[in-house]
DNA sequence: TTTGGATAGTTGCACAAACAACTATATGCC
DNA sequence: GGCATATAGTTGTTTGTGCAACTATCCAAA
């Protein structure tokens, strides 16, 4: 077993990712301290139309790693709070195109903000060197399962 | 900023556990390749039974970092699975204590099986000093957040 | 031009998580 | 003993996930 470094208590604590539960939570908790009543998932799905936004559904579940029905609702949800829109595409009616509303623009910079401050609590006592190979591993193990 | 290691993208990766949300669905399809009618969260807690069979909700909530309507729930349908018993404490009757049955006894071996292979896959290319410190990161994460 | 397969999105169902409100039991203090 | 408070567990509601089945549209080959 060749890179078989886990003892049972760590094997846990991997698959049920403890750690970005914790974070997860944290962040949510900020936002509801904040007001802003939206949830990580929806933050998550506006993280990616803040960086480009009139994309298709089907664009967001490959940047989210998330199914089809699981965008569908998100949206479904995210458009009852007028954070953004679907509008149909003219080239390709299958489509939706998704687009942020003003109110969602406003809420980019506050959240990114307590999403910071978050992981710099998680954090802030790691040297860097050391969250840099946790990132590199991190994103081997998905490349290696996705 | 002292620890802010995070360029966006990483950050949402980080944020949302995209690595642990893999390896979580690939052991799920395992358990269901192998005809196992359980799910992950099933799993999660009747790993903490093999170890310690016999504990109280309460315990499982804090072993399992869930809710105690989380915990009702999965022994709801843990029970519902004929995988374990709720047997009323005799010293303090709020007291539910959770025991497997042998039909759950069965089951150990060939989930931790596959819980050790589903890592093997995910961490194969990844030398195992690397791998120290991103369970070292992440247990530091978890502390600083908790 | 029609038809068959692929793609985009939706809906139904079962399961799970977070929060609030609730019941039942235990405990400690007067 | 009786009452306030804490603890264990349950239930209701909203939100999200994964899977299967479905509709609508597109595209390419006969």
Redesign the interface.
Known sequence: ??????K?G??????????????????QKKFNAAGLNIT?EQW?VL?HLW?QEGISQQELCNA??RDKPSITRLVDNLERLNLVKRVASENDRRINLIYLTKQAQKLQEETMAL??E?????????P?D?????????????D???
Chains 1, 2 share one sequence.
Do not use: H, W
Not at 1 to 6: H, T
Not at 11 to 25: E, N, P, V
Not at 134 to 141: G, T, Y
């Open positions: 077993m060749p890179n078989n470094q886990f049972k760590e094997l846990y604590s991997f698959i049920t990712g403890k750690a970005s539960t914790a974070i997860a939570r944290r962040l990580i998550s993280y960086k989210t790693f999403a910071d978050t992981l710099n609590e998680a954090l802030i006592t790691v860097s050391r969250i840099d190979v946790c990132k590199e591993v991190l994103q081997v193990v998905y290696n399962l996705k």
